[in-house]
């Protein structure tokens, strides 16, 4: 059975001859739009027609450059090291950044056209893509001049994106001493983080100890990485004329502060009862103290659960059919047409991920599968995000890039039904296991979160009047992680290089992408919920809601399915759920292990 997914669909190979008429086509297309928007700024005539023009051309840009830039990625995520796939990587997004002189020429036309609304009415066009043309309104105050946003896109890939791939190069090559079997071997970081997972609390403490002293060897680097791309960021929004990094992620975000304010109140509200599961697994495994920062993953639980990829896909499409045909419907079409690649092998990168291709309706799907249950619910995750895309297809390729915060719905809804399922079928050892992992991927998306959220204002604040030493960064991660997880964890062992590999902190394009994170668990957790109290006529609003979730403010996709993201009671009523699932935990975890 074939286990790869096919790209066929988008190009044969980086040879093909459609491929490299694509790039030539790209080429000329770049040139004929930098053109035509010179010519077309000059003056205010024709407006409506202009405005016409520039969607048709952004549309055909933005389905071409995604087809020959998809191709380069998917490639890369399973070979890392195809030459061609590296080099068109690069390429593409050289091209792109040469067109950012025009499009802040072109946008400065469009917020300055006077009777913008009348014009967008006047035209079925417009009219379709008139969230996309407001929100080129809204950005404009934010905007610089065409040739200081020439300047930056070009300074940034010698600026930002080399400090990236600086780090990169650190964490990938990055050698850990570690001691096994009364041999001290050098092993990559990668292998000794996964050690977190390992049955032996020993190997658990071992690879946390040999991790944390390993970083010696690289925290000037990545600290000079990670000063660099925070001052960057710093610079460009005090010159755009943010309030904060902070502010412009929410404006890109299209989200309110209230928004943030109300949610990040819930989370902190919730910190109790997420201590009181850390500390009984703190128990669980012998310790008085909390729970060491190194065994946060520790399996508590010794029953396997083993789900070949076969009979993963039969639970995964069973369960989903209990939700809806759609969803199901879709599983089962990314099954069959190999929109999937399943197992690991070499050169292949870790982790998992969906990458919707809108040019062509379809999707693809990166698993490294290994038969187990967390697999399968992996395989789920995935499978929201691509029936995410599949929602938005009926939507111009200009009204389906949705903010960050609901990037995750879909996902962990899917996520969501597949776990509820599991517990119904499991015995009490199984769903103590399957409740320990739900509970742990909470923990760390709102806990975590949260410290993570500290340390980055932090880090912006400070970074304000200076680059800041390994020490003092080292500083502001331990007094984030106490804050958070308070006496959840013993104090002597926490974590203060969660900075140097967590890769979100040297996002220059995406700050703060942590909240995120929790406003996605918590919003699939109330549309969950609300699926309960209405089995029939839910699936169709969710579908509803996932369709606009490109073309609306965040306030305005969720009232799809009258919801109210600026009540703390909603997402109150979010985390009761997981508050739920840990005093199952608790009440389960005391009749097994006594």
Request: glycine share 6%.
């Amino acid at each position: 059975m074939d286990l790869s997914w096919s790209l066929k669909e988008l190009y044969d190979s980086f040879e093909d001859i459609q491929f490299k008429e694509d790039i030539k086509k790209l080429d000329e297309l770049i040139k004929k739009i930098k053109t035509w928007i010179d010519d077309s700024t000059v003056n205010r005539d024709n407006e409506k027609e202009k405005l016409e023009k520039y969607i048709k051309f952004v549309v055909e840009l933005t389905g071409l450059h995604e087809k020959l830039a998809t191709f380069s990625m998917l490639t890369l995520s399973v070979d890392s090291k195809h030459e061609l796939g590296n080099k068109f990587d690069a390429v593409l997004e050289q091209k792109m950044s040469t067109l950012a002189g025009a499009e802040a020429k072109m946008s400065l036309w469009i917020s300055e056209t006077k009777e913008l609304d009348t014009l967008i009415n006047d035209s079925d066009l417009l009219k379709e893509h008139a969230f996309y043309l407001k929100e080129i309104v809204r950005e404009q105050k934010y905007k610089l001049g065409e040739k200081e946003e020439d300047i930056i896109a070009r300074m940034q890939n010698t600026g930002s994106s080399a400090w990236v791939t600086y780090k990169n190069l650190l964490i990938a090559s990055h050698k850990v001493e570690i001691e096994i079997g009364g041999e001290v071997k050098e092993m990559p970081l990668t292998e000794v983080l996964n050690m977190a997972y390992d049955k032996d609390k020993e190997v658990r403490k071992k690879a946390y100890t040999a991790e944390i002293s390993s970083y010696k060897k690289i925290e000037e680097g990545i600290a000079a990485a990670l000063n660099a791309i925070k001052g960057e960021v710093l610079t460009i929004c005090e010159m755009r004329g943010y309030d904060s990094p902070l502010d412009m992620t929410l404006q890109n975000s299209r989200m309110d502060s209230k928004t943030l304010e109300v949610m990040l109140e819930a989370m902190k509200e919730s910190f109790p009862m997420f201590r009181k599961y850390l500390r009984k697994k703190a128990e669980m495994l012998g310790y008085k103290k909390g729970l060491p920062f190194y065994e946060l993953y520790a399996p508590i639980v010794k029953k396997e659960m083993p789900f070949s990829y076969e009979a993963g896909k039969a639970f995964v499409e069973k369960n989903f059919r209990a939700f809806s045909d759609d969803l199901a419907d879709f599983a089962r079409m990314a099954m069959d047409k190999h929109w999937i690649d399943v197992a690991p092998k070499e050169g292949k990168v870790g982790g998992a991920f969906c990458c919707g291709i809108h040019s062509i309706g379809e999707c693809r799907i990166m698993l490294n599968y290994g038969n187990n249950l967390s697999d399968v619910i992996t395989m789920a995750h995935e499978l929201g995000h691509g029936f995410h895309n599949e929602c938005l297809i009926g939507e111009s390729i200009l009204n389906i890039n949705y903010p960050m915060p609901l990037a995750e719905t879909a996902s962990t809804f899917c996520e969501t039904i597949v776990k509820k399922a599991s517990l119904k079928e499991a015995d009490e050892e199984e769903a103590l296991a399957i409740l320990e992992e739900e509970i742990s991927g909470c923990t760390q998306v709102i806990v975590d979160i949260y410290s993570r959220f500290i340390f980055e204002s932090e880090v912006f604040k400070l970074r304000k009047d200076g680059p800041l030493s390994v020490n003092e960064i080292n500083n502001i991660m331990l007094k984030a992680q106490q804050e958070a997880y308070g006496e959840g964890l013993d104090a002597e062992y926490l974590h203060p290089y969660m900075w140097t590999w967590k890769s979100h902190y040297y996002y220059a394009d995406a700050n703060f992408y942590n909240f995120p994170y929790a406003f996605g668990l918590l919003l699939a957790k109330g549309l969950y919920a609300q699926y309960e109290k209405d089995k029939d006529n839910f699936p169709k609003k969710y579908e509803k809601l996932l369709a606009v979730t490109g073309k609306k403010s965040i306030a305005d996709v969720v009232k799809e399915a009258g919801i109210d993201v600026n009540s703390t009671d909603f997402w109150r009523s979010s985390l009761r759920i997981i508050e739920e699932d840990i005093e199952r935990f608790i009440e389960l975890s005391d009749k097994i292990c006594h």
